[in-house]
């Protein structure tokens, strides 16, 4: 069986040790005044025309330090486990009616109306009907979000794993060298000549290395890919 990745748990993990960003905040200094609650107005369709240049108005008495996470946190685990953090209008599937009712929670908790959510997520999920372990955030200043809710557990266990190549040049190098040792490796002794030798050994280990390359200069540029430092907050698909 292939483990589940709890993304919320990895996200409080990497809370822990950016513990700098979460000493002695001061939630007053963090927010706006309170505006007027608009009239009339459907909380599906304001989601669909949230103001993303606006801050979200939060009661300080009511905001859990539990629930607040610094930018710097959300962007570590995004390029480890290769996730977008972009705001909900490029979210394509529809929010599940727990999370719709979180958010009613949380308005009502504040007295106000959510004017901006952010999402975690696989970057799948800003073009597929698909559900991989969302995290639903609403910022709150100075680099600051609070968790409205989080649904499903899909993600591989392996994802840190499988991603990690593309966390930077490094590593793809790294991972590339390995992928061509194992692949001379599997090369039979005596397959070019009599006798196996190291430089045989290393030419064989050269050509592969071209290879595997030349294949993944290719991939990446057909496939418009880049890594994951890049991505996290990228608004494009292809990224």
Do not use: C
Request: aromatic share 14%.
């Amino acid at each position: 069986m292939i483990p589940k990745l709890n993304l919320l748990e990895k996200l409080q993990s990497q809370k822990e040790r950016d513990h700098q960003f979460y000493k002695n905040i001061d939630f007053s200094n963090l927010f706006e005044h309170p505006t007027k609650k608009e009239a009339n107005s459907t909380l599906e369709h304001r989601l669909k025309n949230l103001d993303y240049s606006a801050m979200n108005v939060i009661d300080t008495d009511q905001l859990e330090l539990g629930e607040v996470y610094h930018i710097d946190s959300i962007r570590k685990i995004a390029t480890t486990y290769r996730l977008r953090f972009l705001p909900l209008k490029y979210f394509k599937p529809t929010l599940p009616k727990e999370a719709l009712q979180k958010i009613r929670d949380f308005e009502e908790r504040h007295q106000t109306e959510i004017k901006n959510l952010q999402i975690l997520a696989p970057s799948k999920l800003f073009k597929l009907e698909n559900q991989d372990d969302p995290l639903l955030f609403a910022p709150i200043g100075n680099g600051y979000y609070t968790l409205i809710h989080q649904w499903g557990n899909d993600l591989s266990g392996y994802r840190k794993l499988m991603v990690w190549p593309l966390r930077g040049p490094v590593e793809l190098v790294i991972t590339l060298l390995l992928v061509s040792y194992l692949l001379t490796l599997l090369v039979p002794d005596g397959l070019f000549s009599k006798e196996a030798n190291s430089a045989q050994f290393w030419i064989l280990f050269f050509f592969f290395f071209k290879g595997v390359v030349g294949l993944t200069i290719f991939y990446g540029i057909s496939m418009g890919k880049n890594f994951n430092p890049f991505i996290w907050n990228s608004k494009y698909f292809n990224a």
